[in-house]
């Protein structure tokens, strides 16, 4: 990864919340040696319910796939194809979805773009355990065969940002982060939302 300031800061911040998130039981389900597709699924429903709470406030802010900078390419319609061509329930999505500013958004998008990086090898290893290919069950985390992440890392290392931009941009990540630990509110994904921090 390139280092700047801002994606050093993003790493270094939060560091323990991604190892917090890679030892959630439906993470280490993917990794288990005895995996069988209902667990990739119930992966993939979680996975929905996150995307779904984010990927409005990205698109928001960098849906215009015209941009010449970083354009962000939704991804939740490649979860809900995965689910529907497993067999499994795509889970009912609620609510109207929250903007938030567009420097949580740069931090948003950090933890979505920069999970790609992981998807790859956990596209390898579904593909062999599962015997799924990237257009039957694996679109999902086949993503990162569209090259986002570099695209997402040049884009930032050109911003020029203040010292309260760039936190909350760190906030954004953080925030992120902590909604994928948090578990789903019952009232839907519009509730889950309201963890994500609003300015």
């Known amino acids: 990864m390139m280092d700047t300031p801002l994606l050093t800061a993003l790493r270094q911040q ?12 439906f993470m280490r389900q993917l990794l288990s040696a005895d995996l ?25 802010h960098f849906g215009d796939e ?21 067999g499994g329930q795509v889970p009912t999505i609620a609510g109207a979805p929250a903007h938030h500013c567009q420097y949580q958004a740069i931090g948003q998008a950090y933890v979505i773009e920069g999970s790609t990086s992981g998807g790859k090898l956990l596209a390898q ?12 069950g ?17 884009w930032v290392a050109g911003l020029e940002l203040t010292a309260t931009q760039q ?8 925030a992120c982060f902590q909604l994928l630990l948090s578990p789903v509110d019952r009232r839907g994904v519009a509730a889950w939302q309201n963890n994500l921090m609003m300015t």
């Open 36 to 60: 069988q597709v209902e667990q990739y699924l119930q992966a993939l429903q979680r996975l929905y319910q996150f995307v779904a709470a984010v990927e409005p406030n990205l698109v928001h």
């Open 138 to 154: 694996l679109r999902y985390f086949g993503f990162h065969r569209r090259g986002t992440w570099s695209l997402f890392v040049a």
């Open 167 to 174: 936190q909350a941009c760190i906030e954004g990540a953080k």
């Open 125 to 136: 290893r579904l593909k062999k355990k599962l015997g799924l290919t990237h257009s039957n």
């Open 14 to 25: 939060t560091a323990n919340l991604h190892q917090d998130v890679e030892q959630l039981a």
């Open 66 to 86: 015209q941009r010449r900078d970083y354009a962000y390419f939704p991804r939740l319609a490649d979860i809900r194809e995965d689910i529907t061509e497993l």
